[in-house]
């Protein structure tokens, strides 16, 4: 491939070389085998001004090939009383340290081993750097018996080691499912990174979306009147297509839903042609709602930061559905967010008595599984919208694609949310293959992006995780003429897409309510002649 | 390296055992003695780990979801994979402890050249944990004929079932067999597999020892050395009705089994045995999913910084004013 390539590009990386990966590891005990912190593994530490903005510790200049990380001086008594501090806080984490007995069942499970071959990338690995430090200083066996009962010295090279994997792990809880005591390494990560964040050790890709979204509400850091152009302009290209008009109110006192979705939708493409699908949705039904440019994001990367954060970044939330006086809020198609809203969001910042247990106001259908987060899943309200009958569909107009379905990690393993998006599917396009049974559903690979790895720093291992994804892509492709992967989260379609043009050239990434859109048979539209992208619609299109 | 000295440390118990006993006649000591600190170190650690796990709060509900959430009426719920209730969490649990669900998923990867993931159906571990686990129980069920008289009906037809077979005198047991099998496939496993001997540790190998020393022990006991059952039985239900007996005329092979067992017992609370007591405690499988139902309360929430609306209008006011937003403060 081209030699000017940098490590941040694709090119730069030979497919034949990177596709050559050994799940076998040997040689040196892992104790002893040095980090290789080469530039396209690792991703850039956290500029100084947002460490400060958000208010953590240790903002300063830094780069992870220095020898010397400026840490604070007392930093292994910052970080023993951190790991005392979470030992005594969440059960998970003292659990997790205590009970795995190393069968492996989770070795070969991360996306990032598959697709590396990096024996620390094994689920049990990634724990293990953790746990030596936990059994050599809070154990009794540790104590005594060092690394012979399996502890290790904590060092500088140990909070290296930490800074690398654990950016190197998507919390996307695959080896989770195959534990057979659930020990989820996500859980591990979590704790791990918010240790990190104690030194001042962090990444700028996840920092600085985390200061903007604390700032601006949305991680882009889009200020509102951004916000009303880019609304706009999406109208813009939907009347275009449609030859309809829609509105898009922001911050919109008395509606009856706040409508609240990833700010990535706001700007990466594809999820744009995702957002302005929501848009002809809402306009279609008729739905009373407003987006927010306070709670302009419902992602959080505080979630890939500390519990703090993700609370900090979260509260925005409720505190705007309660000054708009709405009934109930809607959310868009994203993973980790909906991680956040599911398992988080109500213990956090609730209770959420403010507001009315979602209910469709076109079918009459009571969401009572969202009785007290009052919180729903487009997709949960688009299903039912389609089973009532609510929406004229014509499939045909999405006949050139042929789709599979991505179930992108947090809706999968956090929630299980997998008919829902399937059911629309198969509504609006006439033609819907799956991945592999062992790729798909609770065995879904993650799109190597996640948790927020999805910069160009890291690229080499972005493309390395993603390739298990690309392989079942590439399966459907060859066996079905897959020409579209459909993806519910705003970091799949972003990653993925870099994941696809790589691995799998001829497939490209679209969202649900893009496909829903170009499906849906609007009052007053114009002969359907393009899709939302603006390119020629329906069997006309096939090549 | 660690599997050597997991070894040798099996082995130095063997000797030790053997020299106490078979040399020095040490009865008391290993017949008595020790397996009554190894209980009490049992007993009291386990119950210490577990009341320690569970006086950690679990702030937030974390749990796996491996099926179906539970939405609309009309879309199946997968009760037992993203269970709802605590009903269903509890039949989660209960497939969990007592048939390995999560095990019985596995699968194995493969890379073929041009990244091409072949992922292959991989039930070994599982039938091999499974296997272990349920003939322990079954050999520990049989094994209650020495410590109690008389001898409870069930635990006879436990023993009479075992040795359905009706090979040797007295009937080889079934479950022995399948136990040492299975105790030895999951040593090869870890011996073989490149990832698992790559991770495990000699806390990983030396209870694999352990137990094949046990039902090593065990098994030439009943078998090979023929030792006289009437006086291992003076010494359990000694042990049991607390008036400690030597037995005398048992092989000192049986003290060398029993101290295995007193090591096992003295080791387990303070190792990765303690998974036992774990499982049922790990918060990714023993809640029930009803996160947007039910409000969890974490019981050490504390108030945090936010930015606030009104920070938030005070310094957005001119653009928000532009972009035609409307305002709580005009």
């Given at each position: 491939?081209?030699?000017?390539?940098?490590?941040?590009?694709?090119?730069?990386?030979?497919?034949?070389?990177?596709?050559?990966?050994?799940?076998?590891?040997?040689?040196?005990?892992?104790?002893?085998?040095?980090?290789?912190?080469?530039?396209g593994s690792f991703i850039y530490p956290a500029k100084d001004k947002h460490l400060r903005y958000f208010g953590l510790p240790n903002p300063r200049q830094w780069f992870p090939g220095d020898a010397d990380w400026k840490l604070p001086e007392n930093w292994k008594e910052i970080i023993l009383e951190g790991i005392r501090e979470r030992l005594s806080k969440y059960r998970s984490f003292q659990v997790f340290m205590d009970i795995c007995v190393r069968c492996g069942a989770c070795a070969d499970k991360c996306h990032f081993?598959?697709?590396?071959?990096?024996?620390?990338?094994?689920?049990?690995?990634?724990?293990?750097?953790?746990?030596?430090?936990?059994?050599?200083?809070?154990?009794?066996?540790?104590?005594?018996?060092?690394?012979?009962?399996?502890?290790?010295?904590?060092?500088?090279?140990?909070?290296?080691?930490?800074?690398?994997?654990?950016?190197?792990?998507?919390?996307?809880?695959?080896?989770?499912?195959?534990?057979?005591?659930?020990?989820?390494?996500?859980?591990?990560?979590?704790?791990?990174?918010?240790?990190?964040?104690?030194?001042?050790?962090?990444?700028?890709?996840?920092?600085?979306?985390?200061?903007?979204?604390?700032?601006?509400?949305?991680?882009?850091?889009?200020?509102?009147?951004?916000?009303?152009?880019?609304?706009?302009?999406?109208?813009?290209?939907?009347?275009?297509?449609?030859?309809?008009?829609?509105?898009?109110?922001?911050?919109?006192?008395?509606?009856?839903?706040?409508?609240?979705?990833?700010?990535?939708?706001?700007?990466?493409?594809?999820?744009?042609?995702?957002?302005?699908?929501?848009?002809?949705?809402?306009?279609?039904?008729?739905?009373?709602?407003?987006?927010?440019?306070?709670?302009?994001?419902?992602?959080?990367?505080?979630?890939?930061?500390?519990?703090?954060?993700?609370?900090?970044?979260?509260?925005?939330?409720?505190?705007?559905?309660?000054?708009?006086?709405?009934?109930?809020?809607?959310?868009?198609?994203?993973?980790?967010?909906?991680?956040?809203?599911?398992?988080?969001?109500?213990?956090?910042?609730?209770?959420?008595?403010?507001?009315?247990?979602?209910?469709?106001?076109?079918?009459?259908?009571?969401?009572?599984?969202?009785?007290?987060?009052?919180?729903?899943?487009?997709?949960?309200?688009?299903?039912?919208?389609?089973?009532?009958?609510?929406?004229?569909?014509?499939?045909?107009?999405?006949?050139?694609?042929?789709?599979?379905?991505?179930?992108?990690?947090?809706?999968?393993?956090?929630?299980?949310?997998?008919?829902?998006?399937?059911?629309?599917?198969?509504?609006?396009?006439?033609?819907?293959?799956?991945?592999?049974?062992?790729?798909?559903?609770?065995?879904?690979?993650?799109?190597?992006?996640?948790?927020?790895?999805?910069?160009?720093?890291?690229?080499?291992?972005?493309?390395?995780?993603?390739?298990?994804?690309?392989?079942?892509?590439?399966?459907?492709?060859?066996?079905?003429?897959?020409?579209?992967?459909?993806?519910?989260?705003?970091?799949?379609?972003?990653?993925?897409?870099?994941?696809?043009?790589?691995?799998?050239?001829?497939?490209?990434?679209?969202?649900?309510?893009?496909?829903?859109?170009?499906?849906?048979?609007?009052?007053?539209?114009?002969?359907?002649?393009?899709?939302?992208?603006?390119?020629?619609?329906?069997?006309?299109?096939?090549? | 390296?660690?599997?050597?000295?997991?070894?040798?440390?099996?082995?130095?118990?063997?000797?030790?055992?053997?020299?106490?006993?078979?040399?020095?006649?040490?009865?008391?000591?290993?017949?008595?003695?020790?397996?009554?600190?190894?209980?009490?170190?049992?007993?009291?650690?386990?119950?210490?780990?577990?009341?320690?796990?569970?006086?950690?709060?679990?702030?937030?509900?974390?749990?796996?979801?491996?099926?179906?959430?539970?939405?609309?009426?009309?879309?199946?719920?997968?009760?037992?994979?993203?269970?709802?209730?605590?009903?269903?969490?509890?039949?989660?649990?209960?497939?969990?402890?007592?048939?390995?669900?999560?095990?019985?998923?596995?699968?194995?990867?493969?890379?073929?050249?041009?990244?091409?993931?072949?992922?292959?159906?991989?039930?070994?571990?599982?039938?091999?944990?499974?296997?272990?686990?349920?003939?322990?129980?079954?050999?520990?069920?049989?094994?209650?004929?020495?410590?109690?008289?008389?001898?409870?009906?069930?635990?006879?037809?436990?023993?009479?079932?075992?040795?359905?077979?009706?090979?040797?005198?007295?009937?080889?047991?079934?479950?022995?067999?399948?136990?040492?099998?299975?105790?030895?496939?999951?040593?090869?496993?870890?011996?073989?597999?490149?990832?698992?001997?790559?991770?495990?540790?000699?806390?990983?190998?030396?209870?694999?020892?352990?137990?094949?020393?046990?039902?090593?022990?065990?098994?030439?006991?009943?078998?090979?050395?023929?030792?006289?059952?009437?006086?291992?039985?003076?010494?359990?239900?000694?042990?049991?009705?607390?008036?400690?007996?030597?037995?005398?005329?048992?092989?000192?092979?049986?003290?060398?089994?029993?101290?295995?067992?007193?090591?096992?017992?003295?080791?387990?609370?303070?190792?990765?045995?303690?998974?036992?007591?774990?499982?049922?405690?790990?918060?990714?499988?023993?809640?029930?999913?009803?996160?947007?139902?039910?409000?969890?309360?974490?019981?050490?929430?504390?108030?945090?910084?936010?930015?606030?609306?009104?920070?938030?209008?005070?310094?957005?006011?001119?653009?928000?004013?532009?972009?035609?937003?409307?305002?709580?403060?005009?």
């Amino acid at each position: 491939m081209s030699s000017e390539a940098k490590p941040d590009q694709m090119g730069y990386y030979d497919r034949e070389k990177l596709g050559q990966v050994s799940l076998q590891p040997g040689g040196r005990d892992w104790m002893d085998v040095p980090v290789d912190m080469r530039p396209g593994s690792f991703i850039y530490p956290a500029k100084d001004k947002h460490l400060r903005y958000f208010g953590l510790p240790n903002p300063r200049q830094w780069f992870p090939g220095d020898a010397d990380w400026k840490l604070p001086e007392n930093w292994k008594e910052i970080i023993l009383e951190g790991i005392r501090e979470r030992l005594s806080k969440y059960r998970s984490f003292q659990v997790f340290m205590d009970i795995c007995v190393r069968c492996g069942a989770c070795a070969d499970k991360c996306h990032f081993f598959i697709g590396g071959g990096d024996p620390k990338n094994m689920p049990v690995l990634r724990a293990e750097l953790l746990r030596s430090i936990y059994r050599r200083e809070f154990t009794t066996a540790g104590k005594i018996l060092g690394r012979l009962a399996g502890g290790r010295e904590l060092t500088v090279d140990v909070i290296k080691e930490w800074f690398y994997y654990f950016y190197q792990c998507t919390e996307c809880r695959r080896c989770s499912v195959f534990c057979p005591y659930g020990i989820d390494t996500a859980e591990i990560t979590m704790m791990g990174r918010e240790l990190l964040h104690l030194l001042g050790v962090s990444v700028n890709w996840i920092m600085e979306p985390v200061a903007n979204c604390f700032r601006t509400g949305n991680h882009l850091g889009i200020q509102p009147h951004g916000l009303r152009d880019t609304l706009d302009f999406f109208a813009d290209d939907i009347e275009e297509a449609t030859g309809v008009r829609v509105e898009a109110p922001l911050n919109r006192k008395g509606a009856e839903v706040l409508f609240v979705t990833p700010s990535g939708d706001f700007l990466a493409d594809p999820g744009t042609y995702t957002c302005m699908g929501y848009m002809c949705l809402f306009h279609e039904i008729g739905l009373d709602y407003t987006f927010s440019t306070y709670a302009s994001d419902g992602g959080n990367f505080g979630l890939f930061t500390s519990h703090e954060a993700m609370k900090r970044l979260n509260a925005k939330i409720y505190a705007e559905a309660r000054r708009l006086g709405v009934k109930w809020i809607l959310g868009g198609e994203c993973g980790h967010m909906w991680r956040v809203l599911n398992q988080y969001m109500d213990t956090m910042n609730g209770p959420a008595d403010f507001l009315q247990v979602p209910t469709s106001p076109f079918t009459g259908t009571r969401f009572e599984h969202a009785r007290s987060t009052k919180m729903i899943h487009i997709t949960e309200f688009t299903a039912d919208l389609i089973k009532h009958g609510k929406l004229k569909l014509d499939p045909s107009q999405n006949d050139h694609i042929r789709v599979t379905f991505h179930d992108s990690c947090n809706p999968a393993r956090a929630m299980g949310i997998f008919e829902e998006p399937r059911y629309i599917l198969r509504s609006v396009c006439n033609n819907f293959h799956e991945m592999p049974e062992n790729t798909i559903r609770e065995k879904t690979f993650c799109c190597g992006g996640g948790a927020g790895l999805g910069t160009d720093e890291n690229m080499e291992m972005r493309l390395r995780g993603g390739m298990p994804r690309a392989s079942a892509v590439r399966h459907v492709h060859e066996q079905h003429g897959v020409n579209h992967l459909a993806a519910m989260c705003a970091i799949d379609r972003a990653t993925l897409s870099t994941v696809c043009e790589y691995w799998v050239p001829e497939v490209r990434v679209t969202g649900i309510h893009e496909l829903v859109t170009n499906a849906l048979v609007m009052k007053g539209q114009k002969k359907r002649e393009v899709n939302l992208r603006l390119e020629p619609l329906g069997a006309e299109a096939k090549e | 390296m660690k599997i050597v000295i997991s070894l040798a440390a099996v082995l130095a118990l063997f000797l030790l055992a053997w020299l106490g006993v078979g040399v020095l006649d040490l009865k008391t000591l290993f017949g008595t003695v020790l397996p009554y600190v190894a209980l009490a170190l049992f007993v009291g650690g386990v119950v210490y780990r577990v009341v320690r796990w569970a006086a950690v709060p679990v702030p937030f509900r974390i749990p796996t979801t491996c099926g179906q959430q539970r939405s609309l009426p009309w879309i199946k719920q997968s009760r037992l994979e993203n269970p709802h209730t605590g009903l269903e969490a509890f039949l989660r649990m209960v497939l969990e402890v007592l048939c390995f669900r999560s095990l019985l998923r596995n699968t194995k990867a493969e890379v073929r050249p041009g990244g091409r993931l072949i992922q292959g159906s991989s039930k070994w571990l599982w039938a091999g944990a499974l296997a272990f686990h349920w003939c322990f129980l079954v050999v520990l069920v049989r094994h209650l004929r020495f410590f109690i008289e008389p001898v409870p009906g069930c635990v006879q037809l436990v023993a009479s079932l075992d040795g359905f077979l009706q090979v040797g005198v007295p009937a080889m047991t079934v479950t022995s067999l399948v136990l040492f099998g299975a105790l030895l496939f999951l040593l090869l496993r870890r011996l073989v597999t490149a990832q698992v001997r790559y991770i495990s540790l000699p806390a990983d190998y030396f209870p694999l020892f352990l137990l094949l020393s046990i039902v090593a022990t065990g098994l030439l006991l009943r078998h090979v050395v023929r030792t006289d059952l009437s006086a291992v039985k003076e010494v359990a239900m000694g042990l049991v009705t607390f008036s400690p007996a030597t037995g005398e005329g048992a092989h000192w092979l049986f003290y060398a089994h029993l101290f295995f067992v007193s090591v096992l017992l003295a080791y387990f609370p303070f190792s990765k045995l303690m998974h036992m007591g774990g499982v049922f405690l790990s918060p990714t499988r023993n809640l029930a999913i009803n996160n947007r139902a039910a409000r969890h309360i974490n019981p050490w929430d504390y108030p945090v910084k936010v930015h606030t609306y009104e920070e938030y209008e005070e310094e957005f006011r001119e653009k928000l004013k532009t972009a035609g937003v409307p305002l709580e403060k005009e």
